[in-house]
Every structure is written in structure tokens, then in C-alpha cells.
């Protein structure tokens, strides 16, 4: 089945330094992705939506020049973390919609980069 | 976006059937129901997705009510590697729209 890989797994910074997460699909396109963010025991939360080529839409709220999104090719998109505080720790977790693909098809996530800032 | 309605956490002993109720009164003739599932420390996992007609996979059974206001996913015999917290949502017929998570069913299986 398709696979979504995201990497790293799990990420220690220190505050004000910045880190980048990468998610790829493995084994389809994927013309747009989402990045959630997750605190431990709520739901996840919408970050941004990317689209292969374009600007990111961001969800209200969400500091666009502080979640940096790109999305250079079809298969990858990062999301950057930039000058991280303690308050940005939690659970990121990419999804990928295959391209061309309607609302009966399922999205395919990544399996998550937990980001703990010191 | 339609909106549904979880309970936020059920028990089930385990190797016996487990039934996930799901509440989407504002549900449109064009959404889809998409069940998705979070294991502990990992993103979400696809179950299974509907639309009129009940459906069954080897994970799982969704059941849709005829006035599709209301649907439930079934576990026919639960593992402990089923516990996990379940996520019912609803998609409009754009494929590339956002999945919009509400906070789940949050399901414990004892031994």
C-alpha cells in the first residue's frame, strides 16, 4: 500500500534554533499535503495546507513565518520549525492526498516527529 | 465543514465485538464517512469509509443508518492492539480537502 515516510521520528532542539521535518510520499504524487500538530491528549490540529508548486495555506492562527512550508516536488514537502520555543513541542504529523484523487479515497499519513524543545 | 459527535472513550474487553457510535445530523448527500484510528506515539491510520451502503473490510464493519445521520464502525472481535483512539469524520466530494479531526472515541481493550 502507499506509504507515507516522515522523518526524523523524534527531535531535541534547543530554543531559538530551527528544525526541519520532511515528509515523503514513497510511492504515488501527491499534489497536496497537510501538517497537523498534536498535544498529548487532544486531537490534531490542522497547521497548514500544501500544495505542490503554490504558497502554503495556513489555518487561522498559525504563524506562517514561523512554520515554514515547502513543497518543491511531488513527493515531498518540509515543514520548518524556525527559532523553536518550548511551546512549540508536540507531535507533528504530515498526510498526503494522492493526486487526482476524490473524497472515497483515504489520505495517507505519516507516522509523526515528536519535537521536544529545551 | 459537517461536524460529528463521538463519545469520548469506551471499554471493551478483549476477542469480544466493539460497536463505535458516530453522530453527523448535518451530514450532505455528497460526504463521505471516514473512519480513521491513532495508535499510541503514531499518526493516523485509514479503517474504513462509506457512503450509503454498509461496508466491510478486513479491519472492520461500518454500519450507516438509512437517514445516514449516524453510522458505526464494529470491531467484530477486538485485539489488545486495537486500542487506540478512533476518529470519525466526514469528507466532501474535493479529494484533496482536509481531513478535519474532532476528538475521538478513545477505545481501552482489557485483557
Known amino acids: 500500500g502507499a506509504v507515507v515516510s516522515q522523518h526524523p521520528s523524534w527531535v531535541i532542539c534547543k530554543s531559538g534554533t530551527s528544525v526541519k521535518i520532511e515528509c515523503r510520499s514513497l510511492d504515488f504524487q501527491a499534489t497536496t499535503m497537510f501538517w497537523y500538530r498534536q498535544f498529548p491528549k487532544q486531537s490534531l490540529m490542522l497547521m497548514a495546507t500544501s500544495n505542490e508548486g503554490s504558497k502554503a495555506t495556513y489555518e487561522q492562527g498559525v504563524e506562517k513565518d514561523k512554520f515554514l512550508i515547502n513543497h518543491a516536488s511531488l513527493t515531498l514537502s518540509t515543514l520548518t520549525v524556525t527559532s523553536a520555543h518550548p511551546e512549540d513541542s508536540s507531535f507533528y504529523i504530515c498526510?498526503?492526498?494522492?493526486?487526482?484523487?476524490?473524497?472515497?479515497?483515504?489520505?495517507?499519513f505519516g507516522s509523526g516527529t515528536q519535537l521536544s524543545v529545551l | 465543514d459537517a461536524k460529528t459527535t463521538q463519545p469520548n472513550s469506551m471499554e471493551s474487553n478483549e476477542e469480544e465485538p466493539v460497536h463505535l457510535p458516530c453522530n453527523h445530523s448535518t451530514i450532505s448527500g455528497t460526504d463521505y464517512i471516514h473512519w480513521y484510528r491513532q495508535l499510541p506515539s503514531q499518526g493516523p491510520e485509514y479503517v474504513i469509509h462509506g457512503l450509503t451502503s454498509n461496508v466491510n473490510n478486513r479491519m472492520a464493519s461500518l454500519a450507516i443508518a438509512e437517514d445516514r445521520k449516524s453510522s458505526t464502525l464494529i470491531l467484530h472481535r477486538a485485539t489488545l492492539r486495537d486500542a487506540a483512539v478512533y476518529y470519525c469524520?466526514?469528507?466532501?466530494?474535493?479529494?484533496?480537502?482536509?481531513?478535519?479531526f474532532g476528538t475521538g472515541t478513545r477505545l481501552t481493550i482489557i485483557p
Open positions: 498526510s498526503a492526498a494522492r493526486t487526482g484523487s476524490l473524497s472515497n479515497e483515504k489520505l495517507f
Open positions: 469524520i466526514l469528507r466532501t466530494r474535493a479529494g484533496n480537502e482536509k481531513l478535519t
